[in-house]
Nanobody, 124 residues
Framework: QVQLVESGGGLVQAGGSLRLSCAAS????????MAWFRQAPGKEREFVAA????????YYADSVKGRFTISRDNAKNTVYLQMNTLKPEDTAVYYC?????????????????WGQGTQVTVSS
């Protein structure tokens, strides 16, 4: 079992930045593929970014590529999402997720563990 707790959400103006954190506890964090998803009201949960267990491989949705950066610190059992140049359409609840799969997946169905989510609101 892995427990995930997100933090760092909030209200920011368009063009601003936020950094989300996801603290993990439980089984060995470094063996998990980690990802961020988001869900806006009335929409399906969508993939944002993922990172391999070593941090050597990262993956991004086209909508955030070049603006968001995912990283992890296995010594601190934490994964981060640095979000720059935020847009109103980035407004959503952001979820941290983990899977023990050894391959990349952008489907929420492949992730076994989820945090409670943190709200990000970008005003225009």
């Amino acid at each position: 079992q892995v427990q995930l707790v997100e933090s760092g959400g909030g209200l920011v103006q368009a063009g601003g930045s936020l950094r989300l954190s996801c603290a993990a506890s439980g089984r060995t964090f470094s063996s998990y593929f980690m990802a961020w998803f988001r869900q806006a009201p009335g929409k399906e949960r969508e993939f944002v970014a993922a990172i391999s267990w070593s941090g050597g491989s990262t993956y991004y949705a086209d909508s955030v590529k070049g603006r968001f950066t995912i990283s992890r610190d296995n010594a601190k059992n934490t994964v981060y999402l640095q979000m720059n140049t935020l847009k109103p359409e980035d407004t959503a609840v952001y979820y941290c997720a983990a899977t023990d799969h050894t391959y990349y997946s952008g489907s929420y169905r492949d992730y076994d563990y989820w945090g409670q989510g943190t709200q990000v609101t970008v005003s225009s």
